[in-house]
């Protein structure tokens, strides 16, 4: 079973950044292809970033050239960099790992 912890969320004003980190225990996520995916109030959760187990990267439209995903396979850890923030990255922020486990969330605020 496969444990994910997010962190690395909070409150930045439009044009700031953050970096999200999600960290795993009880699997090796080198195998795997990992994903961040967020969800604002009152909408579908929606895919935001996506690295393959060989590093190949994707990205939704509204984040390219903002957003980047990494990985440390020897840390078991994935990472979101975000950048030139604006409100509408305003949600919870969850990583995935495989399309089947997923970690608690973290809240991203983009606010004045």
């Known amino acids: 079973q496969v444990q994910l912890v997010e962190s690395g969320g909070g409150l930045v004003q439009p044009g700031g950044s953050l970096r999200l980190s999600c960290a795993a225990s009880?699997?090796?996520?080198?195998?795997?292809?990992l994903y961040w995916y967020r969800q604002a109030p009152g909408q579908p959760r929606d895919l935001v970033a996506r690295?393959?187990?060989?590093?190949?990267?994707n990205y939704a439209d509204s984040v390219k050239g903002r957003f980047t995903i990494s990985r440390d396979n020897a840390k078991n850890t994935v990472w979101l960099q975000m950048n030139s923030l604006e409100p509408k990255d305003t949600a919870v922020y969850y990583c995935?790992?495989?399309?089947?486990?997923w970690g608690q969330g973290t809240q991203v605020t983009v606010s004045s």
């Open positions: 995935n790992v495989a399309g089947s486990w």
């Open positions: 009880g699997g090796v996520l080198s195998l795997y292809d």
């Open positions: 690295i393959s187990w060989d590093g190949r990267t």
